[in-house]
């Protein structure tokens, strides 16, 4: 079965330091990964898609199938950064997502 | 981009009331639909998926006399809670896609209902 796992529910940095959320999955097929983030009192939102190997604000996620790991990193964390970062894994001939545990991620000033 | 809309936001309800959640795609076909549940500082957990004029598939676990589900357009999704206890209180989260499988399909979130049931 597909079974995504965020190691950390909190993760606490500075204002201008590294960040890295990890993110570790399990599954038999071919992965397509997410991370989502929800900001406090809105919605969850798509930031950004292993297959697009894109930047979002800043964020860069790179898939390793050898070590099933898709973790999301930003070299320089800014306080709107603050907020729950969410991995999840398309399964079920990608039509349903399963979602990690989530890390609330708090840059200090 | 997408938007999803639900409603209400928020409900209170007394034990034994059933309660009707509301999703809507607003500005597309939302072909696929998706219910969560997340608990205080948890994560979404899916309940079920709906392909408009089907029945939902629910995933294990989940009652689907207890949560009933219907799609009836391409637009609107409901979760009715039926019978609602104490333990029902949670966070309901509806998501939406506009296509109906393969790589790279977006899923498009509401902003969530929050049942509590005295």
């Known amino acids: 079965a597909q079974r995504v796992t965020q190691p950390e529910k909190l993760l606490s940095v500075f204002k201008g330091a590294p960040v890295e959320l990890k993110c570790n999955y399990s599954y038999s097929g071919s992965p397509e990964l997410f991370w989502y983030v929800q900001y406090s009192r809105q919605r969850l939102q798509l930031l950004l898609r292993?297959?697009s190997r894109e930047s979002i604000k800043g964020f860069t996620a790179d898939l390793n199938k050898g070590e099933t790991s898709f973790h999301l990193k930003k070299p320089f964390a800014q306080e709107e950064d603050s907020a729950m970062y969410y991995c999840?894994?398309?399964?079920?001939?990608?039509?349903?997502?399963?979602f990690g545990g989530g890390t609330r991620l708090m840059v200090k000033p | 981009g997408a938007v999803v809309s639900q409603h209400p936001s928020r409900v209170i309800c007394k034990s034994g009331t059933s309660v009707k959640i509301e999703c809507r795609s607003l500005d597309f076909q939302a072909t696929t639909m998706f219910w969560y549940r997340q608990f205080p500082k948890q994560s979404l957990m899916l309940m079920a998926t709906s392909n408009e004029g089907s029945k939902a598939t629910y995933e294990q676990g989940v009652e689907k006399d207890k949560f009933l589900i219907n799609h009836a357009s391409l637009t609107l999704s409901t979760l009715t809670v039926t019978s609602a206890h104490p333990e029902d209180s949670s966070f309901y989260i509806c998501?939406?896609?506009?296509?109906?499988?393969?790589?790279?399909?977006?899923?498009?979130f509401g902003p969530g209902t929050r049942l509590t049931v005295l």
């Open positions: 292993h297959i």
């Open positions: 998501s939406a896609s506009s296509a109906s499988g393969g790589a790279g399909n977006e899923q498009f």
């Open positions: 999840a894994l398309l399964y079920n001939a990608g039509n349903m997502l399963t």
